[in-house]
Structure formats: structure tokens, C-alpha cells
């Protein structure tokens, strides 16, 4: 099922009895993070706010990805990692024979259908409007101020026709301006850099709120910089997503509820933050650029997306989970012994990460880990643990076996210092700069070991075929 805009989405959780409406007088201040906070913790559905108090033309939505089943309904699939699967098995192979090159057509002419569209507007400028007729959310009490935490930064690449889409918090600090913490290695951030290269100081941009989930879910995910998220948004979708073009000449979701023209401005940075973020606690201000707002766009009675994060598992995690699945299959093509991988939701997706491999040669597990840390935001993972494909990544007791029985410290732990570390990590001695830690928990060869690996026990085929009988026995006996 593809869903034209957020609207749609909301009407299809109505009908299935999937959406809270609650229409007493809530504030911005607190009041709504706290309550969508409560609604993920306690497994509630998604939240619709009808009375925002100071905000009388807008109602809010939040708590949007609240489980995996609720990703499963946005992406109207379970099988999340078949998505890319799918697509990498149609566009892989060489038509070689008349079936594969009719196979190969249509897959063009499916490609057509995922493709973005030109589309116009169902937004309409709003001449009146700044920066702070938008209801932002301080989602904790020591947080700087309010902030957008659900919108999504629109950039372009300077040189190619591809767009960054990228939910990154930003803090409101005036009528037309707000701070975007775009961390390092981010699209964002990283295509400002090359608008920098040919001295460019205002790099067009948009904030974009309110568009439909799959927009949303694939705005926080990792796509590799280099491919048009919007594209990657049809893919999704199995439908190109409708685009409109803005006179700053960046194309924005038609259907969004609110769209901020302007430009982040490089050459003027302030402190952002504090800001009661994913880990749990308050980042400390750090110096970020400044977006700067020209013009307002909202459609009629619009609707604000916003959420709150703090201690897991909050929608971020049910985001990431859904990230780890869809994005197996292409980790799988970069990094090929890969089997499965698990980012733990307490593991904050960028504290410990566990990965099995199919170990055919002597120090794979190494191998292994310094490929996966070279891929995209895995490189700021600072706890990665190898271990062989039988290893089942998503049992820990699984884990912790491998970890005790095939783990000598002094030859399988890898530390690597001086090594970018995520701004969000307060654990390290300087900010941006930090450490990693490896842990090979592969069964080893006699090559890395010096000497055989010993035999693992095993029962005897034979006999082990003779009992099978008590073991359905034992099954059903019930200790006093
Ligand atoms: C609710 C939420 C808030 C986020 N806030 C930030 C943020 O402030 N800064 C940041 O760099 N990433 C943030 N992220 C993570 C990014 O959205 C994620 O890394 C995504 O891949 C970034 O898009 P990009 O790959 O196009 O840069 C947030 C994600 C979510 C779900």
C-alpha cells in the first residue's frame, strides 16, 4: 500500500482503530514530548493532538514509528530485507538471452514508476508566517529552547542532480532562523562541504514537515550519499514520490504539510544545544550552522510531525531496526562474508553492533570488522563483535557463548585510537575524537590459533535418532 501524504496514512490507522485522537489543550512545552514518550514506552499507537495551546490553527502528530510492526505497516512489508533484495535481483544480471532482455525491459519500465515526478503544490505560500508560528517542542526540561525534531533538511548536491533528505533536530533561535546539528559524516553536512569547495557560504535549502511515513522513515535513514533519497523513497514505495519546485530550484514532497525556503548559512555558526537526545542525556552546546527561512508554505489546517527522544527503546529504535533489516542486503554487497547483524536497540546503534560472518580464511573476523567500519555511519559504531554464521546475532546468550569459547583477549580484541567518534558520545576524553573496540569472536584457524581448533561435542547420529522420543516426553513434563 502506498500512501500519497501523511493525511492518508492517518485516515488508514483511523479506519483500523490504529490512531489516539486526543483533544484536550496540551502544551509545547513539555507536555506533548512527555506524553508521546509515555505512548512508545507503553506500546500506544500514534498520537494526534487536536488543541495545541498558542498553536490554534495546527494539530501534531507524533509517536509515528512506534514498533517494527507499525515499519512493517509503512513499508507494507515484513520481509524488509527482500525490499532490496528485489530490486538488486532485477537490475543484477546481463540480459544475455531473448527472456532476460524482455525481463530486463520491464524492469526499466518499473524503474519509470519509482522515478520522482513533478507534481504541483498542495501547499500555498503564507506571507504572514515566521519561523515561530510553528508549534516546536522543548522535549526536556534543562533543553535550550524549542526545537523542530521531526522535520527533515532538504539540500542538493551542487554539481549533480541528487537531494539530500535528512531528519537532523534543529533549534528555533529567531523569526527566520534555526540551528541545524547536522553531525559530521552526514549528507548534509558533507554536501556543504563541497558547496564550501567552490566557496559557496549559502547552500540552498528547505525544512521540510509533514510528509508521508516512507518520506519520513527514509529522511532517517542512511542512505549512501551519491543516491537522490527521493529516489530511494520510490523504491520503497514502489512509487516515485511527486515533487515540487521550490524558486530557491530545490524540489520538495508536493503533498508535505509545511515547507521553510531559505539557506543554511555557513558563515554564521552558534551554540546549539543542550538538548535531551537519544542516549539519554543532555548534548552539551556545540557550534552549528544556521539555517535562514525567506519564505513559508503551509497547507490548509496543516498537520506538524514531531516526536521526542531520550532512554530506549523510543521511535528512533523501531527506525533503526527497520534500518538494519532493509540495509542487510546492501551491506551484504559491500562486505560479502556478511551472514546477519543485530544493532541491539539499547546499543543506541551506535555503541554495539554484533555481526556474523562466513569465515572461509585465517583472520576474517578482523577483516571483516575494519570492512564494516569503513561503510557509511557504521563507522562511528564503537563496540563491534564478530562472530561465525551458525552464531544466531539476535540470541545474546548465543553471543555471550561464542564470545567465551572462541576468545583469547590479547590476540582478538582490537582497539583503534584516535578514531572520529560520534558528537552525540560524551564518553570520550576530547569531543569528535574518540576510540573503537573489535572483538573477533569467530572460532579461529589453525593458521591464527597455532594449533587445531578442538572438536566441538556432538551426540552420536545413531543413538541421538534412538531417544528423540523423550526428548518429546521431557517437553511436556512440568517440575512440581
Ligand atoms: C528523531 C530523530 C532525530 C535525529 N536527529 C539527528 C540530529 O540532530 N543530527 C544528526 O546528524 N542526525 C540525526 N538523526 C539521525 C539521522 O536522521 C540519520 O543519521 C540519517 O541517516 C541522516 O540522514 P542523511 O544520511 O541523509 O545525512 C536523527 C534521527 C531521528 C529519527
Do not use: C
Not at 529522511?219 to 527521493?230: C, L, T
Amino acid at each position: 500500500m502506498t500512501f500519497k501524504d501523511l493525511r492518508e496514512y492517518l485516515a488508514y490507522l483511523r479506519e483500523r482503530n490504529n490512531l489516539i485522537t486526543i483533544n484536550d489543550e496540551v502544551s509545547v512545552n513539555l507536555e506533548i514530548a512527555e506524553i508521546s514518550r509515555n505512548a512508545t514506552y507503553l506500546n500506544a499507537p500514534t498520537l494526534l493532538f487536536t488543541k495545541i495551546r498558542d498553536y490554534p490553527e495546527w494539530k501534531m502528530v507524533t509517536n509515528l514509528f512506534n514498533s517494527v510492526e507499525a515499519i512493517y505497516n509503512i513499508l507494507g512489508t515484513r520481509d524488509l530485507e527482500g525490499i532490496a533484495s528485489n530490486f538488486f535481483s532485477s537490475i543484477s544480471s546481463t540480459p544475455y538471452t531473448l527472456q532476460s532482455k524482455l525481463k530486463s525491459m520491464g524492469t526499466m519500465i518499473g524503474l519509470g514508476k519509482i522515478l520522482p515526478k513533478n507534481s504541483r503544490a498542495q501547499f500555498q505560500e503564507r506571507k504572514e508566517f515566521s519561523i515561530k508560528s510553528f508549534p516546536a517542542l522543548r522535549t526536556w526540561p534543562k533543553d535550550a529552547g524549542t526545537f523542530f525534531t521531526f522535520s527533515l533538511l532538504v539540500t542538493q548536491d551542487p554539481d549533480a542532480n541528487v537531494h539530500n533528505v535528512s531528519v537532523y533536530r534543529m533549534q528555533i533561535v529567531g523569526d527566520k532562523e534555526v540551528i541545524v546539528h547536522w553531525q559530521a559524516l552526514k549528507r548534509g553536512r558533507i554536501t556543504a562541504q563541497r558547496y564550501l569547495e567552490r566557496r559557496i557560504k549559502e547552500i540552498p535549502a528547505a525544512i521540510v514537515n509533514g510528509v508521508d511515513p516512507v518520506i519520513a522513515f527514509v529522511a532517517a535513514s542512511p542512505v549512501p550519499p551519491g543516491i537522490d533519497k527521493y529516489l530511494f523513497a520510490g523504491i520503497l514505495r514502489n512509487e516515485g514520490v511527486r515533487l515540487f519546485r521550490l524558486t530557491n530550484g530545490l524540489r520538495v514532497p508536493a503533498t508535505a504539510e509545511s515547507v521553510i525556503e531559505g539557506y543554511v548559512d555557513m558563515n554564521d555558526t552558534r551554540l546549539e544545544g543542550p538538548f535531551g537526545d537519544h542516549l539519554g542525556y543532555y548534548t552539551p552546546a556545540d557550534y552549528y550552522p544556521v539555517f535562514k527561512a525567506e519564505k513559508f508554505y503551509t497547507r490548509e489546517e496543516p498537520i506538524f510531525h514531531a516526536t521526542s527522544v531520550g532512554k530506549p527503546p523510543l521511535e528512533d529504535a523501531w527506525i533503526g531496526k527497520g534500518v538494519e533489516r532493509i540495509f542487510l542486503p546492501f551491506l551484504k554487497m559491500i562486505v560479502p562474508e556478511l551472514v546477519d547483524m543485530n544493532l541491539p536497540i539499547h546499543g543506541l546503534f551506535t555503541g554495539v553492533g554484533i555481526f556474523s560472518i562466513n569465515k572461509v580464511f585465517p583472520g576474517q573476523g578482523k577483516k571483516a570488522m575494519l570492512s564494516l567500519w569503513g561503510v557509511g555511519q557504521l563507522s562511528l559504531l564503537k563496540i563491534m563483535i564478530i562472530v561465525d554464521k551458525d552464531v544466531n546475532v539476535h540470541d545474546f546468550n548465543h553471543v555471550i557463548y561464542a564470545l567465551s569459547t572462541t576468545v583469547d583477549p590479547k590476540r582478538d580484541v582490537v582497539i583503534i585510537d584516535n578514531i572520529t567518534a560520534d558528537s552525540l558520545d560524551h564518553t570520550t576524553e576530547r569531543p569528535l575524537v574518540g576510540s573503537r573496540l573489535g572483538i573477533d569472536a569467530t572460532r579461529k584457524t589453525k593458521e591464527e590459533v597455532g594449533h587445531e581448533w578442538p572438536e566441538e561435542v556432538a551426540p552420536d547420529d545413531e543413538i541421538s535418532k534412538k531417544v528423540e522420543k523423550y526428548k518429546h516426553l521431557f517437553k511436556q513434563y512440568k517440575s512440581p
